[in-house]
């Protein structure tokens, strides 16, 4: 019952997303971009909960586990659209053990801007648990450097600056001691670095966020 139940808002899922990417196509020249943004608290017991803030308001709760824990794959998928030439679509799956959530981009161009053009994607996550079906699926659209830079420089700085809690609270997989150092290197990645300082080298956004490197 659970695998058809998963299969049919997978089905739901894609066929969304579909449909939204050819309304985009049709309103190209007016699209407009969410305020993206990220809270997160914990992890405690296990369980990291990572607030996805759509304008100022959340929208979308992940809570991935340290039984199956996302940072490679979540590296990957965000490596892989800073890099949208080479993968202008992907999709990828996360087990938080009682339910599922998907992630989800498409790069559909470059968006002229006051400044510049702003490669762009539509971005989609949900998950077959939420009984809210307000929260169930968010769809939005976001410039590329800012919802990688925001995603993965908070959730890396996040690990550094509370690494006494995960300590307590995140087993490392294989039931090795706790390690940050195994942590980081999971989700840290010097490509996504490289290319978020390159693509923000005309603004100086990152700054205040040095290249970290785990021996």
């Known amino acids: 019952m659970e695998a058809l ?4 808002f997978n089905e739901e899922f894609f066929t969304k997303r579909a449909d939204r990417i050819a309304e985009i196509y049709r309103h190209i020249e007016s699209i407009r971009y969410s305020d993206f943004d990220i809270q997160i608290t914990g992890p405690e017991y296990g369980w990291l909960d990572i607030h996805v803030i759509l304008d100022g308001k959340e929208a979308f709760l992940f809570e ?19 890099h949208f030439y080479d993968v202008p679509s992907k999709a990828f799956i996360v087990d938080c053990e009682s339910y599922h959530t998907i992630f989800s981009y498409d790069y559909i161009g470059s968006v002229e801007t006051e400044d510049s053009y702003e490669p762009t994607a539509f971005i989609q996550i949900g998950d077959d648990y939420s009984e809210d079906e307000s929260r169930k699926m968010i769809q939005f659209i976001a410039p590329i450097r800012h919802f990688v830079g925001c995603f993965y420089l908070k959730l890396r700085d996040y690990m ?9 609270h995140w087993d490392h997989p294989g039931g090795d001691d706790f390690d940050i ?25 990152l700054g205040h966020w040095p290249l970290i490197q785990i021996k």
């Open 160 to 168: 550094l600056m509370n690494r006494h809690i995960f300590s307590s």
């Open 64 to 82: 991935p586990s340290d039984v199956y824990p996302p940072f490679p794959q979540l590296r990957s998928w965000l490596d892989d659209m800073l």
């Open 5 to 8: 139940a998963f299969r049919e």
């Open 181 to 205: 150092r195994k942590l980081m290197r999971s989700f840290v990645s010097k490509s996504i670095e490289e290319e978020l300082r390159r693509m923000n080298s005309h603004t100086g956004d």
